[in-house]
């Protein structure tokens, strides 16, 4: 099956042509398109993208009000907690959402990916939104197309290798100085030249895990041992590559 890439990811690619970073990110490319599973789709779907139905409909025709500093009530934290894999392992209390920080990333993963939106001081469906609430295929549609997007030209840049990456480590372990390194060689660096830093992969990467890590039902939740759903995977090659007919 042909596949088109992602034109930024292509660009990368273009840009690496002829090194062995350029030529492991292809290899991956051709594991992703090779491995990945179908899209997921009826109950498999709705089973894959519960979490995400689950706070869509919470949230609702009416909006779900928000605290003063604009996030999740504590009601609406703990029982967000309680749908989220990422939260499984989760040992410390649940209450506020600043304390529970797998269901903070999850809550602005969702906003990140133009599915819900805070106005005065409460959240709201965007149009993305209701539209994926009542087809969950729609709701696929937007986070895949939605997954790698960022404000910030090097976040973007990141979170297109971190999802290839993520989705071609059986071990869930994302090597992050591989990935700083391809950023540098991509002409990316910190304030006076100095080379990215593993621990700038990571934070994008964190934010990331809460989108991916509540696709389907993670075989790992751990802050740095993260393994991907069959699902997931499925989202980031059709975040990747789509399918030529």
Do not use: C
Not at 86 to 93: A, L, S, V, Y
């Amino acid at each position: 099956m042909r596949y088109r890439i992602d034109p930024r990811l292509a660009d990368i690619l273009g840009q690496l042509n002829g090194t062995p970073l350029g030529q492991g990110l292809a290899d991956r490319l051709a594991q992703l398109a090779e491995d990945a599973g179908p899209t997921p789709e009826g109950d498999e779907l709705r089973a894959a993208v519960h979490p995400q139905l689950w706070l869509l409909d919470r949230v609702g025709i009416d909006g779900l009000p928000l605290t003063k500093g604009g996030y999740l009530k504590p009601v609406d934290v703990k029982a967000t907690a309680q749908v989220l894999p990422t939260m499984r392992d989760w040992i410390f209390p649940v209450t506020q959402e600043v304390h529970a920080r797998p269901v903070g990333a999850f809550h602005h993963h969702l906003r990140d990916v133009g599915l819900l939106r805070a106005t005065k001081g409460t959240l709201h469906l965007t149009k993305a939104g209701r539209d994926g609430l009542n087809d969950p295929a729609k709701l696929w549609h937007q986070l895949a197309t939605r997954l790698a997007t960022r404000r910030r030209a090097f976040d973007e840049m990141a979170a297109l290798l971190i999802v290839l990456h993520a989705a071609t480590t059986p071990t869930g372990r994302v090597d992050t100085y591989a990935i700083a390194r391809t950023l540098h060689r991509l002409g990316w660096s910190q304030p006076g030249g100095a080379p990215v830093l593993a621990s700038d992969v990571q934070w994008v990467w964190n934010d990331l895990w809460g989108g991916l890590g509540n696709v389907g039902s993670g075989a790992s939740t751990g802050p740095f041992d993260r393994t991907l759903s069959s699902a997931a995977v499925s989202l980031v090659r059709d975040a990747l590559l789509v399918r030529r007919v």
